[in-house]
């Protein structure tokens, strides 16, 4: 089944502890991204990747990082959360960068922050 | 700055009432147009898009949403809605030079009461 996962689903840490937020797609999807949801703001690109080892940030990377070492990976990894960080991640995929095409989510990743 | 309005944050209807969601954007070019859904604890997936060609278009679950190029608008319809409907309709963009980079809206929370 053509998808997009992530893992885990749902995490509680605290300030600090270093975590990773893995994304997988099966499609061979050339562009991946990272959103996060909050409540009142919809969904804000955190970072985007065109191909492999090609990421770039979008409108809100600070605090996070990424990296594409293959096609189908793109991992967040935050290297010292903070209560700000706390909110709904969905990683998510496409074809390619072309404007028309269907982008593809991933079940989200509840992250809360203590 | 690209942008995405979406003035209703929350609607509440009665099953077989009619749904119309609002869409603005502001870009003067070229835009694609897209209309998302959520249900209650899942991912996004597409309803339906617009990129050339007839300004209304009709997606899956008999929604359908028009582009009004003068407007700057793509409203969401359907003309009946059900229980089922109840969850968050993103309408995002992408447009110009940035145009693998998409841009949401803030959301809106349909509810339908049966």
């Known amino acids: 089944e053509a998808q997009v996962t992530q893992n885990p689903r749902y995490l509680i840490t605290v300030t600090g502890k270093k975590l990773t937020v893995t994304c997988s797609q099966n499609?061979?999807?050339?562009?991946m991204s990272w959103y996060r949801q909050d409540p009142g703001l919809g969904l804000r690109q955190i970072y985007y990747?065109?191909?492999?080892?090609?990421?770039d940030k979008g409108d809100v990377p600070e605090g996070y990082k990424v990296s594409r070492k293959e096609k189908r990976n793109f991992p967040l990894i935050l290297e010292s959360p903070s209560p700000n960080q706390t909110s709904l991640y969905f990683c998510?995929?496409?074809?390619?960068?072309?404007?028309?095409?269907?982008?593809?989510f991933g079940p989200g990743t509840r992250l809360l922050v203590l | 700055a690209q942008s995405v309005s979406q003035h209703n944050h929350h609607v509440i209807l009665s099953e077989a009432a009619s749904l119309e969601l609002g869409c603005n954007y502001s870009?003067?070019?070229?835009?694609?147009l897209f209309w998302y859904v959520q249900y209650p604890g899942q991912h996004l997936q597409l309803l339906l898009k617009?990129?050339?060609?007839?300004?209304l278009v009709k997606g899956i679950k008999g929604f359908e949403a028009e582009f009004i190029k003068s407007k700057f608008s793509f409203n969401l319809r359907k003309p009946s809605v059900q229980w089922s409907d109840t969850a968050e309709y993103f309408c995002?963009?992408?447009?110009?030079?940035?145009?693998?980079?998409?841009?949401f809206g803030s959301g809106t929370r349909l509810l339908v009461r049966p």
């Open positions: 998510a995929s496409r074809p390619s960068i072309g404007p028309t095409e269907t982008q593809y």
């Open positions: 499609m061979n999807h050339e562009y």
């Open positions: 990747s065109m191909n492999v080892e090609v990421t």
């Open positions: 870009y003067g070019g070229t835009v694609n």
């Open positions: 617009y990129f050339s060609g007839d300004p």
């Open positions: 995002a963009v992408n447009a110009g030079d940035s145009s693998y980079k998409l841009i």
